[in-house]
């Protein structure tokens, strides 16, 4: 442990792949590695940093206001938003990264966000991600059998991925015990553990989620954007150009009007071309999503 840093150096999973885990998922990890809640950790580095280096926030902290005309919440230590929301840039992972990649020593922190794609989620990024954090129940039950606590991966908070990319199973956002979310601050659990039952999350299958899987398979656009991680995954320093970030969202739109009309899905309504897909609306009833 650096002497410079004050959080336990707890090693980033899946570095350098498309299964490299999201930073809602580090802070779980860290918060039983440091023995607190989530929002004790998370409280703790981002006061340290301010602390430590009060030119640096007060800088940080006007640049964000001046960009985007808007003042910043009261504290982002005591207010600090859904969980799954700090894989985005624009008001989450641009606050709290620096004070985690200082106390932490680690770079590769970065590429547990999607901060590579922040020249284009300003205006979309409620069409980009998944607010609640989500896992794949077949992955949970693997960990289960392997003694593993288990981890989030960052590709799991992205809308369009419905289904895992190992086990072709939809993904979840609800405890299959108690109906309850993942998203609590005042949590210590090992991420395969429901927050408020305390039940593994894991299973083998059901018949609920083997039809969600079936309806989710036709809107599913993991083979478009697993690319995308593996990329900022090998690449922490990742940035991509304005013109990049909206490719990737034009590559989803060409290839969703791509359909062949023989095919169930096409008795949807097509996507307006200058919109993200948007899963979990009305027009998509089998993949029904929490705002």
């Avoid at 940080?60 to 700090?86: D, E, I, T």
């Avoid at 620096?98 to 901060?115: H, M």
Wanted: proline share 8%; net charge positive; hydrophobic share 35%.
């Amino acid at each position: 442990m650096s002497p410079d840093s004050w959080l336990f150096p707890v090693p980033l999973r899946g570095v350098g792949t498309e299964d490299i885990e999201s930073l809602p998922s580090y802070f779980c990890r860290s918060a039983i590695c440091h023995g607190v809640s989530v929002g004790k950790v998370f409280a703790h580095a981002l006061e340290e940093h301010a602390r430590r280096y009060p030119d640096e926030a007060q800088l940080y902290m006007r640049r964000r206001v001046w960009q985007h005309k808007v003042a910043p919440p009261r504290s982002m230590s005591r207010n600090p938003g859904l969980l799954g929301f700090h894989v985005r840039w624009e008001y989450f992972a641009r606050r709290t990264l620096p004070a985690w990649i200082t106390g932490t020593g680690l770079p590769e922190l970065q590429s547990a966000t999607f901060s590579a794609l922040r020249h284009y989620t300003p205006f979309y990024a409620h069409q980009l991600f998944w607010g609640d954090m989500r896992w794949c129940p077949a992955c949970f039950h693997e960990f289960l059998l392997a003694g593993d606590d288990g981890y989030y991966k960052l590709q799991w908070q992205l809308e369009s991925v419905l289904l895992c990319a190992i086990h072709g199973v939809a993904l979840e956002d609800r405890c299959p015990h108690c109906n309850a979310d993942q998203n609590s601050w005042n949590s210590r659990v090992p991420a395969r553990f429901c927050q408020r039952c305390k039940l593994n999350l894991g299973h083998a299958g059901n018949p609920e989620g083997i039809e969600r899987t079936v309806g989710c398979r036709r809107h599913d656009k993991s083979n478009i954007l697993l690319p995308m991680v593996r990329e900022i995954a090998k690449n922490p320093e990742l940035i991509y150009p304005s013109e990049g970030a909206h490719s990737v969202a034009r590559s989803i739109q060409e290839r969703t009007k791509e359909i062949p009309s023989h095919s169930p899905s096409a008795e949807f309504p097509r996507l307006r071309p200058s919109r993200f897909p948007r899963l979990g609306t009305t027009q998509f009833p089998e993949c029904q999503r929490r705002r």
